[in-house]
């Protein structure tokens, strides 16, 4: 229960204010009565999938993605329409340049999007490398992420 009701808590905090480090989200757990160490906050970033993008007060901030299975939130789109250069299809992988430092924004997307031809998705500084099941499953999804920058 203690956990379900820190992971909501940083959910909240998050949405809220500008949180750049997991220091910072320990402290403003500690403020709302959570005793949590750093290693607690470093597993749930994992657990809850957070991710960096550009903060208005600070450089940047933690978000989170939407919970809705498959689909992606409005602040994901943008973020993913803002970070992309190319989508290129090679075999049955597709290679996803974006701007630098926003390899990994790109990726959570990926893997976000759920999508059953996707085997698995290697995101490095500015490009992740997808995996498809064939060459015509990576066509589809290079068309769909397509559909996604353009929206």
């Not at 500008?18 to 005793?35: R, V, W």
Request: glycine share 6%.
């Amino acid at each position: 229960m203690l956990r379900n009701a820190r992971h909501t808590k940083i959910l909240e905090l998050i949405e809220e204010q500008e949180i750049e480090t997991q220091e910072e989200l320990c402290k403003a757990l500690a403020d709302a009565h959570f005793n949590v160490t750093q290693a607690t906050v470093s597993r749930d970033v994992r657990e809850l999938r957070l991710f960096k993008v550009a903060g208005v007060q600070k450089r940047y901030r933690y978000a989170a993605i939407n919970k809705s299975e498959g689909e992606l939130s409005d602040k994901m789109r943008a973020l993913f329409r803002a970070c992309l250069e190319t989508i290129h299809v090679v075999g049955n992988m597709v290679v996803i340049k974006t701007l630098n430092g926003n390899g990994a924004n790109a990726g959570v997307v990926v893997d976000r999007l759920d999508y059953a031809e996707v085997v698995g998705s290697i995101a490095g500084d500015d490009t992740v490398f997808t995996l498809c099941k064939t060459p015509e499953d990576a066509i589809e999804v290079r068309d769909r992420l397509m559909r996604i920058a353009k929206n």
